[in-house]
């Protein structure tokens, strides 16, 4: 299983993109980098995901480098309401039509005024 | 409908009592999941039914008991439990897009937060 290593915690402020780096070295080819946040009393929300190209949501955008080992989600405009918990995640690979997410430590974010 | 709800939000319970987690999702989705997560930590993984079949039991002990009883519901049957297991227990579920494998996305109810006294 590819694990990945996050900081474990991050200040940014309000109105001002945060950046969360992500690295994952030993992911294999076929295998996705998910991102999602858990904001405090709640289940994880599902924020964006990627192979190998850029991605962008209404949430958020996902940078993964070109070897793959890294990846960082950009909040382009933080609001308080993005305070959480921000997980980044190496799918594995397995078939049967479930996802076996396994979560890491995380980054916690902490948005100020 | 995009909600994945879950029953009691909050329960109390002592370690000779029996008591249930009950998880609903009506997204058509075939794959549920139950996580343990114990305060400031990561969610851990404890069990997975795809098409309402046991598919992944993380060495989960057995004083708790799974059950999907269709593919809408999903139980946690607590027996005996230990003050340790006090934790928040939350559901997920998903669905598998024909030709997108690996693109599931898990959405999970707000927990139940369980108290073993």
């Known amino acids: 299983d590819a694990k990945t290593t996050q900081p474990t915690s991050m200040d940014c402020a309000e109105g001002r993109a945060a950046n969360l780096p992500c690295n994952h070295s030993?992911?294999?080819?076929?295998?996705?980098v998910y991102w999602y946040r858990q904001i405090h009393s709640q289940g994880p929300q599902y924020i964006i995901h990627g192979l190998k190209n850029n991605e962008t949501n209404e949430m958020a955008s996902l940078i993964i480098t070109e070897d793959r080992k890294s990846s960082t989600l950009i909040l382009p405009h933080a609001t308080l309401r993005d305070t959480a918990v921000y997980y980044c995640?190496?799918?594995?690979?397995?078939?049967?039509?479930?996802?076996?997410?396994?979560f890491g430590a995380g980054t916690r974010l902490a948005v100020h005024p | 409908d995009t909600e994945v709800t879950q029953t009691p939000k909050h329960l109390v319970m002592g370690m000779t009592n029996k008591k249930s987690l009950k998880c609903e999702q009506h997204m058509g989705h075939r794959a549920m999941y139950w996580y343990k997560q114990k305060a400031k930590k990561p969610p851990e993984l404890m069990f997975v039914?795809?098409?309402?079949?046991?598919?992944i039991n993380e060495s989960v002990p057995s004083r708790f008991s799974p059950e999907c009883p269709n593919s809408s519901l999903l139980n946690l049957h607590l027996h005996a439990l230990q003050p340790e297991d006090s934790a928040l227990y939350l559901c997920?579920?998903?669905?598998?897009?024909?030709?997108?494998?690996?693109?599931?996305?898990?959405?999970f109810g707000s927990g139940t937060q369980l108290s073993v006294l």
């Open positions: 995640i190496v799918r594995v690979a397995v078939s049967g039509g479930y996802n076996k997410l396994i």
């Open positions: 030993t992911i294999s080819g076929n295998e996705y």
């Open positions: 039914y795809s098409y309402e079949k046991l598919s």
């Open positions: 997920a579920s998903s669905r598998k897009r024909t030709g997108e494998v690996d693109r599931e996305k898990l959405f």
